[in-house]
Structures are given as structure tokens and as C-alpha cells.
């Protein structure tokens, strides 16, 4: 097992470029994309594509990566995001989940060039993991409690929806995924439903993507250039917006305490 620090990627979103510059300044990939960080890990918040222009070289990307630091000595993971799993269905249902995932930016490069290569990737992403203390999610959301117990009981039952393929158990993962911001401060009980959450699976905080920290802050995008921590300190939001803007975030685990 790796046994160096943990990072992660808020939503790449197509983002190519930032996010090989954000890996690069971390000390985790050459100018080659050859992985320099050792036992280092690196997980990725989820959503590859869409909104952004290179959400196929993203997967790319991480597919790469996730090869090279696993004979370097280190790991790389990703967790399912809701775009991940809107461009699937598109690709494999049509009709009205075609039309869900154009209402929410898909891009077409993405739908077009996706293989099946991509496809078993993305579907074989776990919803959520633990590192330490610390709970790994896509979204700023409650309904991973629904799926299990356990990280391992919810990434065994969303992986069983996104295997058998039943429309209306995708569906309704779909529908779960537009839930946000339930764990904001400022919401009656928000805080209150963070402790919920992190008791349920035993964990002490969370780190999430899904929802960009300027729609939250009100600050323009490019500005964003540190995680929100929020609900008394117990969540961390590290999507940086890159598709709107923003430069991204990449932190440490151990570092995302204030």
C-alpha cells in the first residue's frame, strides 16, 4: 500500500490543461505526465466530462496515471461523478437520458469519441471512499446513506445499479445526484445533516466536489484558489471551478483542517 500523503482533485470537467498544471506544481507528474510521486495518492472527485472541451483526454489522463503510479509505488483513484454517470446513460438508454445529459452540458466530442474501454472505466468507479478519518465524496449530498452502511455496502450497491443497467434504479441514482448543499452552513440543520452522514459511516469529515465554491461564495471563479470549509468544520469543498474559470484546487488531506 502506498504509504505517502493523500491529494485530491476537485471536478476536472474537460479541463485538461489546469488540471496537468495543478499535477505538475504538486510534484505528482513530469513535463512527460510520467508520475513523480512516489507513494503518494491521488484521488479525483469525479466528473470527467462535460461543460469542459477534453473530457475523454481526462479519462485518459487519470486511466494513464492510475497505471503509472500504481508501478511507481503510488495510487490513483477517482470516485463516479454525476456527469460520469449522465454521459453513460446517454450513451447506453438515448431518449430521455440523452436529453438529461444535454440539459446539463454535455458535450458532444465526449458522447461521440466515448469506447467501451472508457465506459468500464467510469462505471467501475467507486461512489465514495475512505481515507483515514476522512470521508471521499462526489457530492454535497445525503443519499449515498440509502446504499449501504457501509462505504463498502454503497459502493457495492451503486456499483450493481451501474452493472445491471435497470433504468429506473439509473434513474433514480440520477435523480439523487441533483441534490446539494444540504451540508451548508447557513441551511436549517445543514451542519446537523453533515454529523448525520459522517456518523453513519464512521468518519469525522468529508471532502466533496459537485458544486463549484463560487456559486457558494459569490466570488468569481478565478479567485477560488483554496478549499471552502464549512459546517463547523467538518466538510471541504474542493471543486475550484475550473470549467468556469477557475485555476482548480489540489490539497492534501492532512492539510484541509481549517
Aim: proline share 3%; net charge negative.
Amino acid at each position: 500500500m502506498p504509504d505517502g500523503p493523500t491529494y485530491v482533485v476537485g471536478d476536472v470537467h474537460g479541463c485538461l490543461d489546469q488540471t496537468i498544471v495543478l499535477l505538475r506544481r504538486a510534484g505528482l507528474i513530469s513535463e512527460a505526465l510520467t508520475w513523480t510521486g512516489g507513494g503518494a495518492t491521488l484521488w479525483f472527485t469525479g466528473d470527467f466530462v462535460d461543460r469542459g472541451p477534453l473530457g475523454l483526454a481526462s479519462i485518459d489522463l487519470a486511466m494513464w496515471l492510475q497505471r503509472e503510479a500504481a508501478a511507481g509505488g503510488g495510487q490513483v483513484e477517482a470516485l463516479l461523478g454525476n456527469h460520469d454517470l449522465l454521459l453513460i446513460g446517454a450513451r447506453r438508454y438515448g431518449g430521455r437520458f440523452l436529453a438529461n445529459w444535454r440539459r446539463n452540458g454535455g458535450v458532444m466530442a465526449d458522447l461521440k469519441g466515448l469506447t467501451a474501454k472508457h465506459a468500464r472505466w467510469l462505471s467501475a468507479r467507486p461512489a465514495m471512499a475512505m481515507v483515514g478519518d476522512t470521508l471521499l465524496i462526489h457530492a454535497d449530498a445525503t443519499f449515498y446513506t440509502l446504499y449501504g452502511k457501509s462505504v463498502e455496502e454503497v459502493n457495492a450497491a451503486i456499483g450493481a445499479v451501474m452493472k445491471e443497467g435497470d433504468p429506473a434504479e439509473w434513474d433514480r441514482l440520477l435523480e439523487y445526484f441533483s441534490e446539494r448543499r444540504v451540508f451548508d452552513d447557513w441551511l436549517p440543520g445543514g451542519t446537523d445533516r453533515a454529523v448525520d452522514v459522517l456518523r453513519h459511516f464512521g468518519a469525522e469529515r468529508l471532502v466533496h466536489g459537485h458544486t463549484p465554491i463560487n456559486y457558494v461564495s459569490g466570488a468569481e471563479a478565478s479567485d477560488v484558489v483554496r478549499p471552502l470549509v464549512y459546517a463547523d468544520g467538518l466538510c471541504v469543498n474542493v471543486d475550484g471551478g475550473m470549467y468556469l474559470g477557475g485555476p482548480g484546487l489540489i490539497y492534501r488531506v492532512d492539510e484541509v483542517r481549517s
